[in-house]
């Protein structure tokens, strides 16, 4: 089960950083109910939990209303408070102090253009941020850290947005038709102009062979040698005995 889940895990994040650009370090926008699951379940350090489930550094942020609502809660999320004050604070823009879900909302905008992904124990939050094409979730089950798959309607978007890129838009079109019109024009006149150089080579290379026809006697036939018998080797002959030799013979010695 731990393969599988880090395998799921892997194409998740392969899926977002290729197609929506997200690079490490991940910023992880978190909200006041997972900081607080961190610190009931002791899941800490939080950046080292979940750098392990992503396999890249983090750096956690969080708004001022999520700060301003765990104020607000009272005695009982001290220690949440204290940790959510120590995160990166991301930018909002709230005059008035809204709620939680409201805040990472806005934050997220429409297309996610700061690239977080989101980390929440709220799972209305989660399934509207499902809608929006860029955002990954995390979320936590007693003291394991999970990352969701992307939604049907994130896969979908992504796909029809390759598709766009990959179609050729008009004004393209229209420079591509001007620019082998021009090419194939250029080309026609570059071989009719090959063609008359090669005609006047010719005619000056024949030229110059009459030429030399009426200057030498020389036949234009090629002219091959014939193969003549040739005597032996001499190296391979055996040499003649002289008739007037004696033959050598051995003294004995007595």
């Known amino acids: 089960m731990k393969l599988k889940k880090q395998k799921r895990h892997r194409r998740s994040v392969a899926f977002f950083t290729t197609c929506y650009n997200f690079r490490a370090p991940f910023k992880i926008l978190c909200d006041g109910t997972f900081i607080h699951h961190l610190l ?4 800490t350090p939080a950046d ?4 392990n489930i992503l396999g890249a550094p983090v750096k956690l942020f969080t708004t001022r209303c999520v700060i301003a609502e765990l104020k607000s809660l009272g005695a009982a999320c001290t220690d949440s408070l204290n940790v959510a004050r120590d995160l990166a604070p991301a930018r909002c823009d709230h005059e008035k ?3 939680a879900v409201d805040c990472l909302t806005d934050v997220i905008g429409e297309k996610n253009s700061e690239h977080f ?3 929440s124990q709220d799972a209305d939050l989660r399934k509207q941020l499902q809608e929006v094409p860029a955002v990954p979730l995390i979320y936590a ?3 394991a850290l999970f990352l969701e798959t992307p939604s049907p309607s994130q896969q979908q978007f992504a796909k029809s947005a390759e598709e766009e890129r ?4 008009e004004l393209e079109l229209k420079m591509l038709l001007n620019m082998t019109k021009r090419s194939s024009t250029e080309d026609e006149a570059g071989d009719s102009a090959q063609a008359d150089d090669v005609s006047t080579y010719n005619i000056i290379k024949d ?3 009459d030429a030399a026809r009426r200057n030498t006697d020389v036949n234009d036939r090629v002219q091959f040698k014939r193969k003549r018998a040739k005597g032996p080797n001499p190296l391979s002959c055996k040499k003649k005995k002289k008739e007037n030799q004696k033959p050598v013979t051995k003294q004995v010695r007595k």
């Open 40 to 43: 009931t379940n002791h899941i």
């Open 48 to 51: 080292t939990a979940i750098s």
């Open 97 to 99: 102090r809204k709620s």
């Open 117 to 119: 992904f989101v980390a």
């Open 141 to 143: 089950l007693r003291n």
């Open 166 to 169: 990959s179609h050729v838009s």
């Open 207 to 209: 030229l110059k062979k």
